[in-house]
């Protein structure tokens, strides 16, 4: 999704992760586009100073699906289908810090 898309999906009501679902895109009150990590809260913004620049690649920002979606078989909740937040083999992959 390009920074338009992503801006335009949040302005619409509709939830934009970044990577995986944990992470999700907000605008705060100050009309500030946020990047959250929802197990721990913390944030950085959608871009760079410049306001230019995303805070990750394109290619990882995706619009949850919505209840629908993940009743079609095959759907993909994220865009190249790579099942972010797990390991090859099917292992959990946990954010650093947090690792059992």
Known sequence: MTLDEIK???DAG???HWAN????VHKDRLGQYLISFLPNGSCIGLTDRSGHRLNGKEAEFFVARSKD????????????GQGR??????AVA???GRQI
């Open 8 to 10: 335009a999906a949040v």
């Open 14 to 16: 509709q939830t934009v």
């Open 21 to 24: 679902t944990g992470y999700v």
């Open 69 to 80: 979606a993940a009743e079609i078989p095959g759907s993909q909740s994220t865009p190249d």
């Open 85 to 90: 937040g797990v390991a090859p083999g099917g």
């Open 94 to 96: 946990f954010p650093l």
